[in-house]
């Protein structure tokens, strides 16, 4: 089996495919290659898996193209500008998110001869814009509120009909927002829900710019994989021809997170949040899904690796800091 | 004001530019400039409003950024390649109905210095796919079955994007199935709805390929025509930046169909319908919507010129048949 990663330079790329590496097979099939993209080049892994790094962006067709040409059995498509960017850069937005998926799956189309790959979208909750109901259901619709989250709508809406017509077998996956996020802390408005767990665990303090009644929607890395490994390979005829899904995850507000921080490091952890709430990230952060009904995705094999936020933070510890962390 | 009409020789397209003629003025403005676009050369209507008529292709960035130049402040977008012809020919559907409303979009926001035309997008009820409820209401998800409902969803979304971002003032109106369709039966698989009121009205027979129980969603032309003056001419504030809405219309079995034809034009008329159950359509037909909950559009003041199907009936004697029909 040929796998062909793109964005395999970003988080969860790279974790993703450090999974595919030590798993040495997808499913049932052995990975007989390796192909891992991205705009800046990933690092290649340690492995006697054939690897095939390409340095480039999904917005050159020429590219996609060459790299879709070695008909990768799966494909999984994580390549995006992130919503902050795609929000600043309209004209880089549409050319990455919109554009470079359809020169992947128009590259697809054109090799022909009944090659039909699996392709796995990450897609986004953005694609929601509140006003929402209390916990977002599986058929409540698209009202994207960022160029982000249209530019994945679009993908997903592309994605299932080029599936329909025969031309791919695609399943769009919309991942919670991942926390604990490892790394240090960005500019992302959401970048916070992470912080106030990875940065307090690692001796550092975290600023909380939101009040504790603040509820969002989570999943772990290891979630995340998960979810990614369980598209790649499950059956898609069960899903019919409805081919985007919201990944099951974890509702918690900030002050829960805090709990969870405070039961599984102790106080003197958790004493390292300062509160410094901002009104814009307020504002923003008002905007977006709290919870959500996942029947579909959950009926359909996907589940998640936590079923507490204590176990967010403990496989952050596990998986990040070596189980080890700052008390 | 000067009005761009793309699709004019569509027969919605034509109805809507005897209106804008007749009337003059749209809303409270008086119509100094008309410009008509179509693939085939819409016919000059006799005014003696200037009148421009441009024969070509939306898919051309070059004639759309010429007739962009000329900074319509309305624009009426019904090109479009409908449904069988867009599922047929998959890269001409993909070309005119997704890549002509991107070129239109983005010459708009290629003139800058703050023009920001009003942009009416007719889309369709197609960019809802089976299973529904039985009703379908304003927070529907979009799951398209077709090419055609896919290219409609996906241009709503990109009009909401857009005007959210301050480059348009757009609006997306989900027209039902235009019913009574004027002129000769087509091949459509939902032709029969017209074609068994407009045939026995001229003397002709009509042939009934689905069972009398199929319930389907249904608005006049003359409906049609007044959602598009009203989405020109409304206060789109009040809209919000989700603008996509499913206009109103009537749900009518064909039972109640034939039973309207029967109070309107009597027995002899509706003796014209012969029955000829075809799996194939009925088929096609079984995923189509029948009915919706459109409380949105209608508190935001779209009406339907008809409140029953004898309505729509009398619409097409009035407006198509000079008030006479063969008895």
Known sequence: ??????????????????RLVSDGRLGKAEIAALTLQDVVAPAAPKTSIPVNVVTGDVADP?????????????IFHL???????????????YRINLDGTRYLIDAIRAIGGGY????????????????????????????????????????????????????????????PTICVRPGTPNKAASGFFSNIIREPLAGKEAVLPVSEDVMHWHASPRSAVGFLLHAGTMDLAAVGPRRALSMPGLAATVGEQIAALTRVAGKSVTARIK??????IMGIVSGWPRDFVTDRAKKLGFITAEKTFDDIIKIHIDDELGGKFAA
């Open 116 to 175: 039909k790959p699996r392709l796995v979208f990450t897609s986004s909750i953005a694609v929601f814009g509140a006003p929402f109901p209390e916990r977002i259901g599986d058929e409540f619709f698209n009202t994207p509120l960022t160029s982000y989250g249209t530019q994945k709508a679009i993908g997903e809406l592309l994605i299932s009909d080029y599936t329909r017509k025969g031309l791919l077998d695609g399943i769009s996956i919309r991942l």
């Open 275 to 280: 509160r410094e709430p901002d009104p814009t």
């Open 1 to 18: 089996m040929h796998i062909l990663v793109l964005g395999a330079a970003g988080m969860v790329g790279r974790k993703l495919v450090e």
């Open 79 to 93: 390549a995006a500008i992130v919503s902050g960017e795609a929000e600043a850069e309209f004209d880089k937005g």
């Open 62 to 74: 020429a590219m996609i193209a060459k790299l879709i040409a070695g008909k990768p059995d799966v």
